[in-house]
């Protein structure tokens, strides 16, 4: 096995797991062969073993996780962080990044059951949509016309010779989310507009595509969404969609989304 260290440098496919992990700042071995297009019963277990006997990366697990079936969870430590910062210059590591990766060792499993969801299903919209470009929280931090709270991914998509690329914020809601934590999202993204958060990038605002675990969500959130949009005067200017995680990993087309405005019809993000 060929050693990393100052001597020596990282093979591609080495730098191409730092560079998902950077990305979704938590992945398991299958979500990472999914973003990699290999098969998980590659060698990536070996590679992510050499980095992390390099103290490059790491990973949370234990016996209690094992037995309900929740896969490990890798992540990138600081020397993974500078390592990629003298390789990448362009994503813009910046030292405050680095010191607030501690907290991953430390941080609550349900956010990282979260952060893999936001993986997975951002891997499944991206199969069904090649052109579709997906940016996480640590992308959207290098840009200040973005919301103080992001939204768990910015979606951009081409659709055929069009100039301007179609733009999404993205979420996705569990069923242990608070009902008052969803409502409050939706209220923060739609005051954000109202007071022109988005106006600095003289694009059209983003749509709301909310993800949901459960038709109960989906229903609350239908009636919910449509609630708060009228406290606004904007009902004309925000658009909200929702699918369920069993359409999107199921359903044989794209057409999946419904509109809070026509929940009869299911439309696919390329009609949005």
């Keep these: 096995m060929r050693r990393i260290d100052k001597r020596s440098t990282l093979r591609q496919g080495q730098i191409d797991i730092l560079r998902i992990l950077y990305k979704y700042r938590f992945s398991s071995r299958q979500l990472l062969a999914d973003s990699l297009h290999i098969a998980a019963g590659s060698n990536l277990y070996e590679k992510l073993n050499v980095l992390m006997r390099h103290k490059l990366v790491a990973r949370r697990y234990n016996a209690r996780l094992k037995l309900q079936g929740i896969p490990a969870a890798y992540y990138l430590i600081p020397k993974g962080f500078k390592t990629l910062q003298t390789i990448d210059s362009r994503r813009c ?35 069904k949509h090649p052109t579709l470009r997906i940016f996480l929280r640590r992308d959207m931090s290098r840009y200040d016309y973005f919301p103080n709270n992001p939204p768990d991914a910015f979606l951009s998509l081409k659709i055929g010779e069009e100039a301007t690329p179609r733009r999404f914020f993205f979420d996705f809601i569990s069923e242990t989310t608070p009902r008052t934590a969803i409502n409050h999202r939706i209220a923060q993204y739609i005051k954000f507009f109202d007071e022109g958060g988005w106006n600095e990038t003289n694009s059209e605002l983003p749509k709301l595509l909310f993800l949901v675990e459960t038709i109960a969500i989906k229903k609350r959130l239908l009636k919910a969404a449509r609630a708060i949009r009228n406290q606004f005067d904007m009902e004309d200017d925000i658009e909200v969609y929702i699918t369920t995680a069993n359409d999107i990993e199921h359903a044989d087309a794209s057409r999946i989304w419904i509109s809070i405005d026509d929940p009869d019809s299911t439309l696919s993000l390329d009609d949005l």
């Design 93 to 127: 590591i910046t030292d405050r990044t680095i010191r607030s990766s501690y907290r991953d060792k430390i941080v609550g499993q349900a956010f990282i059951n979260h952060t893999l969801a936001v993986h997975k299903y951002t891997n499944t919209l991206t199969h």
